[in-house]
């Protein structure tokens, strides 16, 4: 089965630095999504990357997707504060699931 | 922006009581799921619901666990026992094509003793 896998598991920056966060996965899919979670509260999607598509942006946000390589990476530019939370990738064949990595947690200290 | 809206945020439940975990989806949409996080884990996928029926289910979602559809706006996660390491928060999902995009619910906190 497909298994999401993010690096790093943890990362801590300062107010205005960029912010990278890498997930892999293993089979084929139709596309990657990356979600970002604060502490206790619910998911909120953020990006979605087709597979036919190599990168994407949405605001600060700029996502790259290398199926050749099965991977892909989420940049948070200009980080805030805010911006502080849990983010996940997971991917998806069609609609019946998704399936979601382990996560990356960043701090981001003002 | 519409949202998937969950019933109760927190529930607190004696081991062997059964529970009723309630989601509203997003209205026009037709896909649902449920899926849950252990805390300090990743998102686990339960069940996904098409049609009035079960349209995937994973290993986690054994006879303990049964979903429906009562009308035409709840979706409901029953955990019949609850057992210890049945203690996640729980999140209600929906899927709409217009956005091709899988919406979360904020989740419901279950908290077994």
């Known amino acids: 089965s497909q298994q999401g896998e993010e690096d790093p598991q943890a990362l801590s920056i300062q107010e205005g630095e960029n912010a990278t966060m890498n997930c892999s996965y293993k089979?084929?899919?139709?596309?990657l999504q990356w979600y970002r979670q604060n502490s206790g509260r619910g998911l909120v999607h953020l990006i979605l990357?087709?597979?036919?598509?190599r990168e994407k942006h949405s605001g600060r946000l700029r996502v790259t997707l290398d199926t050749s390589k099965k991977s892909s990476s989420l940049l948070i530019t200009a980080s805030r504060a805010a911006d502080t939370a849990s983010y996940f990738c997971?991917?998806?064949?069609?609609?019946?699931?998704?399936?979601f990595g382990t996560g990356t947690r960043l701090l981001v200290s003002p | 922006e519409p949202e998937v809206t969950q019933t109760p945020s927190h529930q607190v439940t004696q081991m062997g009581q059964e529970v009723i975990l309630r989601c509203v989806p997003i209205?026009?949409?037709?896909?649902f799921y449920w899926y849950r996080q252990i805390l300090g884990q990743k998102v686990e996928f339960l069940v996904s619901?098409?049609?009035?029926?079960?349209?995937?289910k994973s290993e986690i979602f054994d006879d303990q666990f049964s979903v429906e559809r009562p009308d035409g706006s709840n979706f409901t996660l029953k955990i019949r026992s609850t057992k210890l390491e049945d203690s996640a928060m729980y999140f209600c999902?929906?899927?709409?094509?217009?956005?091709?995009?899988?919406?979360f619910g904020e989740g419901s906190w279950l908290t077994v003793v």
């Open positions: 619901f098409y049609n009035n029926e079960i349209s995937e």
């Open positions: 089979t084929s899919i139709n596309n």
């Open positions: 209205s026009n949409h037709l896909y």
């Open positions: 999902a929906s899927y709409g094509p217009r956005r091709n995009t899988i919406y």
């Open positions: 990357i087709r597979s036919n598509e």
């Open positions: 997971a991917t998806n064949t069609g609609f019946q699931k998704l399936v």
